[in-house]
């Protein structure tokens, strides 16, 4: 039970003033006198929970019975519409909790399941697996990612049987046949009506079904007879002969209960025809074989009852076909030994014969044998004991395990003989083998590691030593082990067991905490990682738990030593694990992610090597631009700043900070990053960073491209003033699928609205979660306006309506071809219309759309902009030699999927022709007529309006690549190509061109460039600008070499190279050039003569000693320097202090022109004597202060001895550790127990507070 109190501002004001009250009067409360104990002020944490304990697993979801599973592997693919998605929040697609169920469910179902989203944002789901297991998967997917909706059907109480089916199989194939969850109400509920969840779709099934299934036993009949279940065996007749018949003859089933089932009544159902047949039929039977038969009753020995029973009740029904007379047997679990005999008179005492000899056909005998000669009775591979079945095939001989007794059952002769063998056996052994055994206590708990891995353990003791070892089970709760066999082999097995238990006993077990996350990298793949470790540590035996348990506790258990090492060993590995987990996000435009990766994973995988991280980048189809580096931090960071070193190297990227108040940070990100993120999608893709909240900073980061980082900035800027001034927001709701007819193609439709109302509209992203809602921003008038216009639109929207339009049959493949990729289309750009074609074969040309009425006619439009298209489509055929095919298509089929895009053209390429011999060409030029003949392979045929054929050639036709010749001195050629060919690979990344440069021992001065025509021309004049660039560094290399040399007292170098260089980093920077002296004449003669010009000054100077009393020295210096600094800057001067702990402590020296440090110890003599007054003063001041105390609260100068204010009593406590016997409080005034910091103090005896630490 929990209370909690409410502070309001009354009650708090009173007890304020009662606080008030107190302070004023003095007194003190009952409760200040108490004075607790140790445990009560400080009382000690909770311990730990038993590592381990937990909730019961839950039952498995699979139940206890297996469906079999067909070997076949099927696919099933289905979609889920929009509207029926459960989750829309529109995440990162394959990262929300549609992946998550989906993972789960082929985790539960063993299916493989594949997610897709259409651009109508339906889900279109592929199952793949067994039969069994796509079914499973299709339902628990429809159950748990669709909208379910409900229905009830109402079928005749008596029929839902007929639903459930047996064991409930007909119940659960209807289940998984519809994707529906069915419930049917329980035997004693009066409801016949049945509930059906799942999909509009799955419940129609489900409905339909359920319905047929009634209606089918809506013409059936079902008849219940309650007859005495002694006279059941003669309406069944021998082996159910004569109820089959019946069966056959009235057609009705006739169900009559086993014998074991003590139950009267006989149920038919068939047609009402068949069943009033059957019925009389049977009462027929029944009231005859009541008036004829009679009965006797017999006492048999109950162990003989079984064999009067026979196998599965074939002696009884022998019995009933012989002689008519049912034998009615009492259960086997009662003790009663009455058998009754029922038939006809006459036949009672052949019965009663049969009877009889059946129960002494059989007879049990038991032979003695000891528990370990067994096994060399039955033989090897039990050859002795077969031998004797073979002979004697009816007898059942059985060993009991442990026991000194085996059984023989059968015919009494055949029993008597094997009884006789097998003594002979034991006989035969006993004299010719010498066994022994021997019994060993050893404790329960080590038995499963005695056995060992599938009796690994065992076994081997068994065959080593040739012995039997009997473990008992867990369940007979036993610690005694029994060893039987030769006595030398039973001894050893017997010592190796006691060492092995020894051992075990020597053992200890330590978990060790690891997260689970660990778990997988500790092990490796394959177990490698783990099996080292194991190598290293033989003796110790590690145990990681399932990965189902979401344990973090890895065990080890062995020698205590080996388990300490082993320990130590795994925390180390973890330490290690955990400081390379670092991991930070590096944005990355997605078009320079290739260049990261380098030819071949050339870049990446040096990086990842030189910095020891791990970097993930995104897939190609993810619209993500987030590169994830792992490892250290110092790594990571490491390999960060190479990777936006190539972005930078590569792009034309650039960094500004725009300083905007801190306060509208949050209203220009808006809800979600709803603001930001539609200036960044408008500006290319800029990234712009605010920082932190609550930091304070106004700078906000802009990074990109240079012409898009100053649009984003401008409007960044606009939308900052725009919230300074007037800001205005308010939300629209409009179902997702509206947004892109609302958009308009190329963002016309919602453009008009902008420059009309003047207001900012921004759309929701994929990844928000709110999918309907439309942002407006701006001034309150313009925002109201545009609200109303998009309302109007919307309702328009909201408005369905039915139409439909004539379509040539020919044309209708174009539309509903590649999965109805058109008509997707079609949905995506016009709000969510619906347009269906006939079915193939209907031979109708109407086509029905379904949607808002702006959308439907806008989609009839461009239905018929297709057509005219379609049917204005002509084939152009273009020659270009085969060998240039893989060119003109590009990476990936890139550069023709933009030419049938751009010129809404069908491009086919030709079947490969390798067996033809492309003819020679020079330059990738196309061969005069003559020299190149078309063949079949070099045709690639455009279909689509003359227009654009024609357009889409030339753009073919550009695509075909040449190859010019550019002339380069051999010796520039080692520089064009750069370190390991950085320079050649940046010009052929930056042109797109393939650059050729002739082998060095040719010394050939032409290079050759390949590619399209544009980029070969770019290619040439950025080869040339090169060869420029490196000419004229060759001709400045040479006028550089200039040198000359100069000597310069040592004693002066320190002035020449001045505070942290800046004498000379000054000369550097006005002469252009090192101080080596190297460099250009010009440049070095003048650089020589300020230097010389320094040293003349240097050698003028002189220094001179003045006496400065130490106490002053600090002020003369101030704080960090800055006074003194100020004095050698206004004197140019410099002054040296002494070291502490020299010898002369009140020696300054100066050095400078003579009357400058004449000039600079005036000064420092005046400021000496006003300091030292001063100083002088508060020493005088010091000595009549009292030091203030460290316990008590007091001061002035009352001394030591004043002591009547009485020291402060501080906080105590009752039965602390230190008042214990031999133990007392650490004094605080001693500087062993509270030392100061930075002095060391040798340790004392240990105290109650624990070991000191320093």
Not at 17 to 30: A, H, M, R, Y
Not at 687 to 695: A, K, L, N, R, Y
Not at 786 to 793: N, R, V
């Amino acid at each position: 039970m929990s209370s909690v109190a409410v502070l309001t501002p009354e009650s708090f004001a009173e007890h304020r003033s009662g606080l008030k009250d107190q302070e004023i009067t003095g007194c003190v409360p009952e409760d200040e006198a108490y004075i607790p104990t140790y445990l009560e002020a400080f009382p000690p944490l909770p311990e730990k929970g038993a590592p381990g304990e937990k909730a019961g697993e839950p039952a498995s979801a699979w139940g206890s019975k297996i469906r079999p599973i067909k070997a076949s592997v099927i696919t099933q693919v289905f979609h889920v519409p929009l509207e029926e998605r459960r989750y829309k929040d529109n995440s990162q697609f394959g990262e929300g909790e549609e992946a998550k169920v989906c993972l789960d469910i082929m985790q539960r179902t063993g299916a493989h399941i594949e997610l897709s989203l259409a651009k109508d944002q339906g889900l279109s789901i592929m199952v793949t697996g067994k039969l069994d297991s796509v079914m499973k998967a299709r339902k628990e997917i429809v159950a748990r990612l669709q909208t379910q909706a409900s229905a009830t059907v109402a079928i005749p109480k008596e029929h839902h049987r007929f639903v459930i089916g047996k064991n409930g199989e007909k119940l659960q194939e209807l289940e998984l046949k519809t994707a529906t969850k069915i419930a049917i109400p329980r035997p004693d509920d009066p409801s016949a009506n049945i509930r059906i969840t799942g999909t509009k779709e799955g419940i129609e099934k489900a409905r339909h079904e359920i319905l047929l299934i009634s209606a089918e036993q809506d013409k059936r009949a079902v008849e219940r007879l309650s007859l005495e279940k002694a006279f059941h065996p003669f309406i069944a007749g021998a082996h159910n002969r004569l109820v089959q018949e019946l069966s056959q003859e009235t057609g009705a089933r006739i169900s009559i209960p086993p014998p074991s089932l003590p139950k009267d009544e006989i149920v038919i159902t068939g047609e009402k025809e068949a069943v009033a047949l059957a019925v009389n039929r049977i009462r027929a039977i029944y009231d005859d074989k009541k008036r004829k038969t009679t009965t006797i009753s017999v006492e048999v020995k109950k162990s003989q009852h079984k064999y009067i029973i026979g196998p599965k009740g074939n002696t009884l029904q022998e019995i009933l076909e012989a002689t008519g007379v049912s034998v009615e047997m009492p259960p086997l679990d009662s003790g009663s030994e009455t058998i009754i005999l029922r038939g006809e008179p006459d036949k009672l005492g052949p019965a009663l014969t049969q009877v009889y000899a059946k129960a002494k056909s059989v007879m049990v005998v038991e032979v003695t044998a000891p528990a370990w000669l067994h096994r060399f009775i039955i033989g090897k591979k039990g050859q002795n004991i077969g031998r004797i079945t073979q002979q004697l095939p009816r007898v059942h001989i059985e060993f009991t395990d442990g026991e000194e007794r085996i059984s023989l059952e059968g015919p009494t002769e055949e029993v008597e003989q094997a009884q006789a063998q097998i003594q002979e056996i034991i006989k035969d052994l006993v004299s010719l083998v010498r066994m022994d055994y021997t019994e060993v206590i050893i404790d329960q708990r080590f038995h499963r590691h005695l056995i060992g891995k599938n009796g690994a353990n065992i076994n081997r003791i068994k065959e080593q030593y040739k012995v039997s070892v009997r473990i008992p089970q867990d369940s007979e709760r036993s610690g005694l082990v029994r060893i039987e066999g030769d006595p030398k082999g039973v001894q050893l097995a017997r010592r190796e067991l006691i060492e092995m238990v020894q051992r075990m006993e020597n053992e200890r077990t330590k978990d060790l905490i690891v997260e689970q996350k660990f778990h997988r990298t500790i092990i490796g793949q394959k177990g490698e990682k783990i099996k080292e470790v194991r190598d290293k540590f033989p003796e110790v035996i590690i145990n990681f738990p399932d990965p189902s348990q979401k344990s973090d506790i890895v065990q080890l258990r062995g020698p205590k030593n080996e388990v300490e090492k082993c320990a130590k060993f795994l925390q180390k590995i973890i330490a290690d694990l955990i400081e390379n987990s670092f991991s930070l996000s590096v944005p990355i435009f997605k078009q320079f992610h290739k260049n990261i990766i380098g030819k071949g994973g050339a870049n990446i995988k040096k990086i990842r090597e030189e910095t020891n991280t791990k970097i993930d980048l995104p897939t190609e189809n993810s619209n993500s631009e987030m590169i994830v580096i792992t490892g250290k931090k110092s790594n990571c960071e490491a390999a960060r700043d190479r990777i936006l070193a190539i972005q930078r190297e590569l792009a034309n990227i650039r960094e500004t900070e725009v300083t905007i108040p801190a306060k509208l940070h949050n209203s220009l990100i808006g809800s979600k990053g709803c603001l930001v993120r539609s200036i960044m999608e408008d500006c290319g893709g800029v990234h712009i960073h605010f920082p932190s909240e609550g930091s304070g900073s106004d700078k906000v980061t802009i990074r990109g491209p240079a012409g898009e980082v100053e649009k984003a900035k401008k409007q960044l800027l606009q939308l900052a003033e725009e919230k300074q001034v007037n800001n205005f927001t308010a939300e629209l709701q409009a179902k997702p699928e509206y947004h892109k007819f609302l958009i308009g193609r190329g963002g016309a439709n919602i453009r008009r609205v902008r420059d009309r109302t003047g207001a900012r509209i921004i759309f929701p992203s994929p990844d928000d979660t709110e999918q309907e809602l439309i942002t407006i921003v701006g001034k309150e008038e313009a925002v109201r306006q545009a609200q109303k216009e998009l309302e109007s639109l919307v309702k328009n929207l909201d408005d369905v309506v039915e139409d439909s339009m004539v379509v040539d049959v020919r044309h209708h493949r174009h539309f509903v071809c590649r999965r109805g990729q058109v008509l997707r289309e079609l949905a995506e750009e016009y709000g969510g219309v619906a347009v269906s074609f006939p079915r193939t074969g209907a031979n109708s040309q109407r086509v029905t759309l379904k949607g808002a009425k702006d959308c439907v006619e806008a989609a009839k439009k461009r239905i018929q902009e297709i057509i005219e298209d379609l049917e204005s489509q002509v084939s152009v055929e273009v020659a270009i030699p085969q060998r240039y095919h893989r060119a003109v298509m590009g990476p990936k089929g890139c550069r023709i999927q933009h030419i049938t895009r751009e010129h809404e053209v069908q491009i086919k390429f030709p079947e490969r022709d390798d067996s033809a011999d492309a003819p020679p060409q020079e330059n990738g030029e196309v061969s005069p007529e003559a020299e190149f003949v078309p063949r079949k392979g070099d045709i690639i045929t455009i279909s689509g309006r003359e227009e654009k054929c024609e357009l889409a050639k030339a753009a073919l036709l550009a695509l075909v690549p040449i190859t010019e010749d550019v002339e380069v001195s051999y010796e520039l050629h080692r520089y064009i190509i750069g370190q390991k060919g950085s320079g050649i690979r940046k010009m052929m990344e930056e042109y797109e061109v393939n650059i050729w440069v002739p082998q060095p021992e040719k010394q050939l001065d032409v290079i050759k460039v390949t590619g399209l025509a544009a980029n070969v021309e770019r290619a040439k004049q950025g080869l040339l600008e090169r060869v420029k660039e490196l000419q004229a560094e060759q001709e400045d290399r040479a006028l550089r070499s200039f040198k000359v040399t100069m000597s310069v007292d040592p004693k002066f170098h320190p002035k020449i190279i001045g505070r942290k260089g800046a004498v000379i980093s000054q000369i550097r920077k006005d002469h252009d050039d090192l101080i080596v002296i190297s460099g250009y004449e010009r440049n070095v003669e003048e650089a020589r003569q300020a230097i010389q010009q320094l040293v003349a000054e240097l050698q003028e100077m002189v220094s001179q000693d003045v006496h400065l009393d130490p106490r002053t020295h600090a002020r003369i210096i101030g704080a960090r320097g800055k006074a003194i600094r100020k004095l050698m800057e206004e004197f140019k001067v410099d002054i040296r202090f002494p070291q502490p702990g020299s010898d002369e402590p009140d020696k300054v020296t100066v050095t400078g022109l003579p009357e400058t440090v004449d000039n600079a110890i005036d000064h420092l003599l005046n400021l000496e004597e006003e300091y030292m007054l001063s100083v002088t003063e508060t020493e005088t001041l010091a000595a009549y202060m009292k030091p203030p105390s460290r316990y008590g609260g007091g001061g002035g100068a009352g001394g030591a001895d004043d002591s009547s204010g009485g020291a402060a009593k501080g906080f105590v406590v009752r039965d602390a550790p230190w008042n214990a016997a031999g133990n007392k409080a650490p004094d605080m005034s001693s500087a062993e127990d509270f030392p100061t910091f930075g002095t060391g103090v040798a340790p004392k005896q240990a105290s109650a507070w624990g070991p000191k630490k320093f």
